[in-house]
C-alpha cells in the first residue's frame, strides 16, 4: 500500500469513529467467540471471526452473525 493509499484509509477508519460508529474486530482463531463476546460488550463489532474447526466455526457464526451461512464456514489461513 503506497503512502497516499494508507493515509486514504486511515482517514476513513477515523472519519467512521468520529461518526459514532464502533470500532471493528477481526477475530483470528476464533473458536464459539469467547474474545469477540469481550469486545462485543465492550462496544466494538464484530465483522468476521476466522477459525479452522468446522464446529466452533459455525458457532462462532451463529453466536455473532446469526442468518450469514459465510460467517459458518471453516477457514483454514495457511492456505
Known amino acids: 500500500m503506497t503512502g497516499t493509499a494508507l493515509e486514504s484509509s486511515l482517514a476513513k477508519k477515523i472519519a467512521r469513529l468520529r461518526d459514532g460508529k464502533p470500532p471493528r474486530v477481526l477475530d ?11 469486545f462485543q460488550a465492550a462496544g466494538f ?18 453466536n455473532f452473525h446469526r442468518g450469514d451461512a459465510r460467517h459458518q464456514r471453516p477457514f483454514d489461513i495457511t492456505k
Open 28 to 38: 483470528l482463531f476464533a473458536g464459539c467467540g469467547g474474545l469477540s463476546l469481550g
Open 45 to 62: 463489532e464484530i465483522s468476521a471471526g476466522l477459525e479452522f474447526d468446522p464446529l466452533a466455526a459455525e458457532s462462532h457464526g451463529v
